[in-house]
């Protein structure tokens, strides 16, 4: 059974930074581009940022120069380093992967729990 398992969130001040994390365990053979979403109360889930398996990356127009993707292959996990935090940042982040469980298997979408992200001003 696969699993992605997001870094506990928290609260913290306008223009500080936090890092997330999110790791993926149980059977996986191959993981291909992961994305980190966020929800917004009321707001629709977007897209914040996402990685290749190649590490190609791209952002949200709201997050650029911000906030960093990067994975690390070895330990299955993609990570979010989020800087300057502004309110509009608060949020729930969700992460996201297209894994491969085994060689013959097809590739499925992945999700983990979320964590709550909150910028106080």
């Known amino acids: 059974q696969v699993q992605l398992v997001e870094s506990v969130g928290g609260l913290v001040q306008l223009g500080g930074s936090l890092r997330l994390s999110c790791a993926a365990s149980?059977?996986?053979?191959?993981?291909?581009?992961i994305r980190w979403y966020r929800q917004a109360p009321g707001k629709q889930r977007e897209l914040v940022a996402a990685i290749t398996s190649g590490g190609s990356t791209n952002y949200a127009d709201s997050v650029k120069g911000r906030f960093t993707i990067s994975r690390d292959n070895a330990k299955n996990t993609v990570y979010l380093q989020m800087n300057s935090l502004k309110p509009e940042d608060t949020a729930v982040y969700y992460c996201n992967a297209d894994l491969q469980p085994d060689p013959s298997a097809k590739e499925y979408d992945y999700w983990g729990q979320g964590t709550q992200v909150t910028v106080s001003s």
């Open positions: 149980g059977s996986i053979f191959s993981i291909n581009a």
